[in-house]
């Protein structure tokens, strides 16, 4: 199943490539420059979705019924790729930025809302990797996660309030806005499904890179505990 | 019923396995000694009794409360007496006591008689900053017997305590059982412990080696 | 009753050491007014420049002085191991939780109210709509209080805890400061009448992560 995901993956991002470099034609107002939404787009739509499977699994893993190390697993994954795609989108959107606005950064609603959310979960990734008792430290992520989760519509409300009420020379000009139809379209298409699927693949490698890493614990565990009982008697550790 | 009922149970400190297989039942009315080397996993094994750590795997039960589901119901039945005093330093020895016996929801005159009876009396408007070494180890005692426990875990309440500050552990301790007190003990002072105890186990390498030793 | 009752006794004993020690008073407090004093430094206080960002740098302020609120109110617990003493009592976390979120607030309005007075001497600021001003300030603490406190035990006991508290505390508070920046804006220079809407925004805040906490903080507290 992973190698099949795989596969679309290489082929989709191969797609992307042919299409997004060379089948779709140049925006007629941006130029060039509107290929970077064909990873700007797909990139943002990512983080967001990495960040509410991470929500999702963290609620199912506080949740008894449904509690099982999967989830932390899933959690931890999908926030680390989420990360990855919040950065390229500000990457990305910075660099369309600078010739379409003519600047680096603007405080737009979205991009300050995107860069909060980077240094959320930037701060959950951190609190992650501090180990602990397996079902401890889960409960500990999951809660934290879902502490950076609810935060995020706030954030967003209260920065897009902000923006609109006090908006001075924008640089926001409704004339540059891309008009995206047909190969454009479809170019986008292709470049969400890719992505999706590259998101697909990575999650299932990074989830089982973090089972191996379990099993790794578990097996010194064994050893460790073969090692302490079986250890010369007045041996002091 | 057993108070402490411990099967198989293995213990992490992070990654390590500080208690790897203990099996332990504690009676109604033990004084019950543990000792062994440091690292033996002693004071583990006491803090997994008073629910304060989780245990990994086995089987734990506390009062007859399975510390895999409930860590939390059994302590207003038990008290322990750590390396530190569990006191704020800002706060008097009064006030401290105070905390803990309103925070454990108890009402009476229990803060004045432990007073009396740790010997702290004279210095019950003394700073925690400012206790002497030997007067915290009096004052976590203090401390422990103001919840009036039916479970008292002592570990290594000896260290630091001068002449007078022992007199007053035994006390506590050999009154224990008319008290309706059980005790666990661990401690290196064996000869003094063993007076004391009526029974004995050793701890080593995070196991229970010697259940056989019997006092009384 | 009892979970009122058990979070008063939690927050007078942080309260009353916090009298004792001084760390508020002599530490924290002093630390935010040399902080307001750079911000001149860095802001020509000539240009009038400091007038109208007076309410960005004294909430900006105020997050720097609660990390060291937070990060106090839970070194206390770990000196002497008092967190256990805590737990062996049986308390209810979510007791614990409003006992210190409330300590650690009553902090910060006490720092809130001498920092302002720092500012509104020091830069020039009017305060043309003080009803404004009571009602953000409060709603804004109990937001930085209800956080500092979930995040506080989370980094509690963790050994990278200085550095963590402050990655993850802020990024969440962000709106707290967006919003009490501006009810604070429209409170001092600017209408009075603009700020409500962010009053409402920081009330939202502060119920929801209170609830949140009254909730989570217990599993945290006794970490299982």
């Given at each position: 199943?992973?190698?099949?995901?795989?596969?679309?993956?290489?082929?989709?991002?191969?797609?992307?490539?042919?299409?997004?470099?060379?089948?779709?034609?140049?925006?007629?107002?941006?130029?060039?420059?509107?290929?970077?939404?064909?990873?700007?787009?797909?990139?943002?739509?990512?983080?967001?979705?990495?960040?509410?499977?991470?929500?999702?699994?963290?609620?199912?893993?506080?949740?008894?019924?449904?509690?099982?190390?999967?989830?932390?697993?899933?959690?931890?994954?999908?926030?680390?790729?989420?990360?990855?795609?919040?950065?390229?989108?500000?990457?990305?959107?910075?660099?369309?930025?600078?010739?379409?606005?003519?600047?680096?950064?603007?405080?737009?609603?979205?991009?300050?809302?995107?860069?909060?959310?980077?240094?959320?979960?930037?701060?959950?990734?951190?609190?992650r990797r501090v180990p602990g008792e397996p079902v401890a430290s889960g409960k500990r992520?999951?809660?934290?996660?879902?502490?950076?989760?609810?935060?995020?519509?706030?954030?967003?409300?209260?920065?897009?309030?902000?923006?609109?009420?006090?908006?001075?020379?924008?640089?926001?000009?409704?004339?540059?806005?891309?008009?995206?139809?047909?190969?454009?379209?479809?170019?986008?298409?292709?470049?969400?499904?890719?992505f999706t699927l590259v998101y697909v693949y990575l999650l299932d490698r990074r989830y089982r890179l973090a089972v191996i890493d379990d099993a790794l614990a578990g097996q010194a565990l064994a050893r460790a505990i073969r090692t302490r009982t079986g250890g010369n008697p007045g041996e002091t550790t | 019923m057993p108070l402490v009922e411990f099967h198989s149970v293995v213990c992490l400190l992070g990654t390590f396995p500080a208690l790897a297989g203990v099996d332990l039942q504690v009676e109604p009315l033990d004084v019950l000694l543990l000792e062994g080397p440091n690292g033996a996993g002693k004071t583990t094994l006491l803090r997994l009794m008073a629910g304060l750590i989780p245990p990994h795997s086995g089987e734990a039960r506390v009062f007859g409360v399975d510390l895999f589901k409930d860590r939390r119901s059994a302590r207003h039945r038990l008290a322990l007496v750590g390396h530190e005093t569990y006191c704020y330093d800002d706060l008097t020895v009064m006030e401290n006591l105070q905390f803990t016996f309103k925070a454990s929801a108890l009402t009476g005159t229990g803060i004045s008689e432990v007073l009396e009876r740790t010997g702290l009396g004279a210095l019950a408007a003394v700073r925690h900053a400012h206790l002497s070494a030997g007067q915290r180890r009096r004052l976590a005692l203090a401390n422990a017997l103001v919840r009036d426990p039916e479970l008292l875990l002592l570990d290594e309440p000896h260290a630091g305590l001068d002449e007078e500050g022992r007199a007053c552990l035994h006390e506590i301790i050999s009154s224990a059982p008319s008290e309706g007190r059980t005790v666990v003990l661990a401690s290196h002072e064996l000869e003094l412990s063993r007076q004391l105890a009526s029974r004995e186990v050793r701890v080593q390498s995070g196991t229970i080696v010697d259940c056989a030793r019997e006092n009384l | 009753?009892?979970?009122?009752?058990?979070?008063?006794?939690?927050?007078?004993?942080?309260?009353?050491?916090?009298?004792?020690?001084?760390?508020?008073?002599?530490?924290?407090?002093?630390?935010?007014?040399?902080?307001?004093?750079l911000f001149a430094f860095a802001l020509d206080p000539d240009s009038g420049l400091l007038t109208r960002v007076a309410p960005g740098l004294f909430w900006v302020t105020v997050l720097l002085a609660a990390l060291l609120a937070v990060g106090r109110a839970f070194a206390v617990e770990e000196k002497s191991n008092a967190r256990d003493g805590l737990r062996l009592t049986?308390?209810?976390?979510?007791?614990?939780?409003?006992?210190?979120?409330?300590?650690?607030?009553?902090?910060?309005?006490?720092?809130?109210?001498?920092?302002?007075?720092?500012?509104?001497?020091?830069?020039?600021?009017?305060?043309?709509?003080?009803?404004?001003?009571?009602?953000?300030?409060?709603?804004?603490?109990?937001?930085?209080?209800?956080?500092?406190?979930?995040?506080?035990?989370?980094?509690?006991?963790?050994?990278?805890?200085?550095?963590?508290?402050?990655?993850?505390?802020?990024?969440?508070?962000?709106?707290?400061?967006?919003?009490?920046?501006?009810?604070?804006?429209?409170?001092?220079?600017?209408?009075?009448?603009?700020?409500?809407?962010?009053?409402?925004?920081?009330?939202?805040?502060?119920?929801?992560?209170?609830?949140?906490?009254?909730?989570?903080?217990?599993?945290?507290?006794?970490?299982?």
């Open positions: 199943m992973g190698r099949v995901i795989g596969v679309g993956a290489v082929i989709g991002v191969v797609a992307l490539c042919l299409f997004g470099l060379w089948g779709a034609p140049p925006d007629d107002r941006q130029g060039e420059a509107m290929r970077l939404l064909y990873l700007h787009v797909p990139s943002a739509w990512l983080a967001y979705f990495a960040f509410l499977v991470t929500a999702i699994a963290s609620a199912l893993f506080l949740w008894p019924r449904t509690r099982s190390i999967v989830w932390d697993r899933v959690a931890g994954a999908s926030a680390e790729l989420g990360v990855i795609f919040t950065g390229l989108t500000l990457v990305v959107g910075s660099l369309w930025g600078r010739p379409i606005w003519g600047v680096w950064w603007a405080w737009d609603a979205r991009l300050v809302t995107t860069a909060v959310l980077f240094f959320l979960y930037l701060g959950y990734l951190a609190l992520n999951a809660i934290a996660a879902l502490i950076a989760f609810v935060d995020v519509p706030i954030v967003h409300f209260s920065v897009e309030w902000w923006r609109t009420l006090h908006q001075k020379a924008t640089v926001f000009n409704p004339e540059l806005s891309a008009r995206i139809e047909g190969v454009q379209a479809l170019t986008l298409w292709i470049a969400v499904l890719a | - | 009753m009892r979970l009122w009752r058990e979070a008063s006794l939690v927050a007078g004993k942080d309260l009353r050491i916090e009298a004792r020690s001084r760390i508020a008073l002599g530490q924290i407090l002093p630390f935010g007014i040399i902080v307001v004093i049986g308390l209810d976390g979510s007791a614990v939780f409003l006992g210190k979120m409330a300590a650690i607030a009553a902090e910060l309005l006490f720092l809130e109210i001498l920092l302002g007075t720092a500012v509104v001497i020091l830069y020039g600021v009017e305060v043309n709509g003080l009803l404004v001003l009571l009602a953000a300030a409060p709603a804004a603490t109990l937001g930085i209080a209800s956080t500092g406190t979930l995040y506080g035990v989370l980094a509690a006991g963790l050994r990278s805890r200085e550095t963590l508290l402050p990655l993850l505390l802020l990024p969440v508070l962000a709106p707290v400061l967006l919003g009490a920046t501006r009810a604070f804006e429209g409170g001092l220079e600017g209408a009075p009448s603009d700020a409500w809407p962010w009053v409402g925004l920081l009330w939202i805040f502060a119920t929801f992560y209170t609830a949140f906490g009254v909730l989570a903080f217990g599993t945290l507290w006794e970490n299982d």
